[in-house]
Nanobody, 116 residues
Framework: QVQLVESGGGLVQPGGSLRLSCAAS????????VGWYRQAPGKERELVVG???????DYGGSVKGRFTTSRNFAKNTVYLQMNNLKPEDTAVYYC??????????WGQGTQVTVSL
């Protein structure tokens, strides 16, 4: 079973920045896909950004131009840099990874709250 550990969430004012980290228990070099999702209270989980094998990156429409993702293969860690945060970005953020076996794994989630 793949373990994913997220960190970096917290409380930030509108316009601020946060960086989330997702550390995987397996190498992220040859995985099928990895991504960040979020779920706000009363809403369905939505894609924030996804990276598929080959390196293609897809961002959700509401975060384009504000969020970027990167990977550190030596640390098996995926990052989500969030800039110009807005109150509507408030949600629990989850990391998802699809292993070469096809197994999909989720992290425990990290809370991001954007408020004055």
């Amino acid at each position: 079973q793949v373990q994913l550990v997220e960190s970096g969430g917290g409380l930030v004012q509108p316009g601020g920045s946060l960086r989330l980290s997702c550390a995987a228990s397996i190498s992220i070099l040859s995985i099928n896909a990895v991504g960040w999702y979020r779920q706000a209270p009363g809403k369905e989980r939505e894609l924030v950004v996804g990276i598929v094998s080959g390196g293609r990156i897809d961002y959700g429409g509401s975060v384009k131009g504000r969020f970027t993702t990167s990977r550190n293969f030596a640390k098996n860690t995926v990052y989500l840099q969030m800039n110009n945060l807005k109150p509507e970005d408030t949600a629990v953020y989850y990391c998802n990874l699809i292993a070469p076996s096809g197994l999909s794994s989720w992290g425990q989630g990290t809370q991001v709250t954007v408020s004055l």
